[in-house]
């Protein structure tokens, strides 16, 4: 009997580069991975995309949707009044069955509010986080990081949760038995960090669904030596862009230096494999985007500056968490209390805000 296959809903009009760049990659997905792709959008705009690329409408399945909610709409408001916006009737796909993830490239704090309302949160989730994988230095290792942007504001016990959550994403999508768990703070003493940290600190030493090894400076974040990191979304989101950053400037650094002169132009062609290889792993568009774990449904937001090579990778990275039945697997570990937490006197809880 044939397998079914992945089906994937995209809000085809979110990001900076929507629809063209969101249609363009969506359909490289849907022959490549052999997903079934839904976009949501505008018709006569997704067809004009396809059919500028001479792409056969009819191989994919495109879903009307009426509004679009723009990066500068408040999310909350945004959702109730426009309840057919790309987002709102992508992410009500998922909740009816129709669709097994959803993903979207435009308001990462719609598609949060959006998942947050349809879909609802996992059982012992207070607050959902959004995880991205990062390159270390080791090579075909990764790190995942979270929260990247969900949770600008944390308490002790969100930071335990997010730990939980990537153990529990590393231990079935990476195959990695015991993921190593680090806590992101300014020192390797359990003694530094401000009072989310130390507080943070002892929860996670408490937690036996987890193997916390401490914590990780940001030079550690790279090296390896962690499979898993948390931190608040606002600390998790500025490390992101410093990455990205950072990995477009050292391969801009690499385009101007090795091709001067003669020697460097016949090196250059000598070591494309390898600058191939580095870009594949530096580059952030290789990576596609965050999952945002802790709803009841696969979502992943993509960065807003996605082009077509970025949202393939998104759907990629979808079509994973949904053929390893992550979800299944965040619902059915078992749940436990955290450990004599009060309340969060310094960092007064918020409604979701999230930030890049």
């Known amino acids: 009997m044939a397998l079914t296959r992945t089906r994937i809903a995209i809000d085809a009009m979110g990001g900076d580069y929507a629809p063209q760049e969101v249609v363009l990659g969506a359909y490289r997905a849907h022959q490549e991975l052999d997903v079934a792709i839904s976009l949501v959008?505008?018709?006569?705009?997704i067809k004009a995309c396809l059919e500028a690329r001479d792409l056969d409408p009819n191989e994919i399945t495109i879903v009307p949707a009426e509004d679009?909610?723009?990066?500068?709409?408040?999310?909350?408001?945004?959702?109730?009044?426009k309840p057919r916006s790309s987002i709102n009737v992508a992410m009500n796909?998922?909740?009816a069955g129709e669709a097994d993830a959803v993903l979207s490239a435009g308001h990462s704090g719609a598609a949060m509010a959006a998942a947050l309302l349809r879909l609802g949160r996992l059982p012992g989730v207070d607050r959902p986080a959004i995880g991205v994988m990062l390159p270390t230095v080791i090579p075909g290792k990764q790190v995942l990081v979270l929260d990247v942007g969900a949770n600008v504001d944390c308490r002790p016990k969100f930071l335990e949760q997010f730990a939980v959550m990537g153990s529990t994403y590393s231990h079935w999508i990476h195959n990695i038995a015991t993921p190593r768990v680090g806590l992101l703070s300014i020192g390797e003493e359990s003694s530094k960090g401000n009072d989310l940290v130390l507080r943070a600190h002892q929860l996670l030493q408490k937690n036996s669904e987890i193997y916390f090894v401490g914590n990780a400076e940001g030079r550690d974040v790279l090296s390896g030596q962690f499979d898993v990191i948390v931190c608040d979304g606002f600390v998790g989101n500025t490390l992101l862009k410093f990455a990205e950053a950072m990995g477009e400037a050292l391969l801009n650094i690499l385009k101007e230096e090795l091709p001067r002169g003669l020697h460097g132009k016949v090196g250059s062609s000598l070591l494309k494999p390898n600058l191939r290889r580095i870009k594949q792993r530096m580059d952030h568009a290789?990576?596609?985007g965050g999952l945002l774990l802790g709803v009841a449904g696969i979502c992943v937001i993509s960065h807003g500056?996605?082009?077509?090579?970025?949202?393939?990778?998104?759907?990629?990275?979808?079509?994973?968490a949904v053929d390893h039945r992550v979800l299944d697997h965040l619902m059915n570990r078992p749940k436990k209390e955290s450990r004599g937490e009060e309340s969060h006197p310094s960092a007064p809880l918020s409604s979701?805000?999230?930030v890049g």
């Open 41 to 45: 959008g505008d018709p006569v705009q």
């Open 286 to 288: 290789e990576h596609g």
């Open 93 to 95: 796909l998922v909740k």
């Open 305 to 320: 500056s996605s082009k077509a090579r970025s949202i393939f990778h998104a759907i990629r990275f979808a079509k994973e």
């Open 68 to 81: 679009v909610i723009a990066m500068a709409d408040d999310p909350m408001t945004s959702l109730r009044r």
């Open 352 to 354: 979701p805000s999230p």
